[in-house]
C-alpha cells in the first residue's frame, strides 16, 4: 500500500489545491517502512492522477478538498481521506491505526464509480 499526504512542508495543507508538494509513504503489513517527497504539479487534476497512479498511490489524505476533485480521484481508484490537519508522518500512522479522528473518507460516502 501507498499513502500520499498533500502537505506544505512537514503538516497537512489546508487546502489541497495549495499543497507545495506530497509525501508519500510505502507501507507492508500496516508498518511505514519508506517515505519520499514529490513536488506538487501545476497540472490539471486529471494529470495530476495520472502521476500519482504512476507511483502506485492507493490512499491521499487531504485538508480540504473540492467535492468535484474529491469525485475524480475516487472514480480514478484513489481513496480520499479529507479533513486531516498536524504532522504527515502522524497523520499517516493514525490513518494506519485506524486513529485518525474528524476525517471523512470521502469514496465511501458517495457512490463515484460510473
Do not use: W
Amino acid at each position: 500500500m501507498r499513502i500520499a499526504v498533500a502537505c506544505q512542508g512537514l503538516t497537512v495543507a489546508p487546502y489541497f489545491v495549495q499543497c507545495t508538494g506530497y509525501t508519500c509513504y510505502m507501507v507492508e503489513r500496516g508498518i511505514i517502512i519508506d517515505s519520499r517527497s514529490m513536488p506538487a504539479f501545476d497540472q490539471p487534476i486529471e494529470k495530476l492522477v495520472e502521476v500519482l497512479k504512476s507511483v502506485q498511490i492507493d490512499v491521499l489524505i487531504v485538508g480540504l478538498i473540492e467535492y468535484d476533485m474529491a469525485a475524480y480521484f475516487c472514480r480514478n481508484d484513489i481513496e480520499i481521506v479529507a479533513g486531516a490537519e498536524g504532522n504527515a508522518l502522524d497523520v499517516a500512522k493514525a490513518y494506519l491505526s485506524n486513529t485518525l479522528a474528524g476525517v471523512d473518507n470521502v469514496c465511501k460516502i458517495g457512490d463515484y464509480k460510473d
